[in-house]
């Protein structure tokens, strides 16, 4: 299994909910929600449903 990838430090999930809000597109969107939710310390399962994506695709 690989390692874990440490999430950026010059973003905070209001700054992503921010860019979430200006984007036109929602895969965009759903994706940047998704980080949020991890940033503000949300499962990766939560996440993933925010995302509309599979909880593998999370956790890689």
């Known amino acids: 299994?690989?390692?874990a990838?440490?999430?950026?430090?010059?973003f905070t999930a209001d700054?992503?909910?921010?860019?979430?809000?200006?984007?036109?597109?929602?895969r965009q969107t759903r994706r940047l929600?998704?980080?949020a939710s991890i940033y503000d310390g949300g499962s990766r399962s939560e996440a993933a449903k925010i995302g509309d994506v599979g909880?593998?695709?999370?956790?890689d």
């Open 55 to 59: 909880l593998q695709i999370v956790r």
């Open 5 to 10: 990838i440490t999430l950026r430090g010059d």
């Open 33 to 35: 929600l998704a980080l």
């Open 15 to 26: 700054d992503l909910r921010a860019l979430a809000k200006r984007s036109r597109d929602a």
């Open 1 to 3: 299994m690989g390692a």
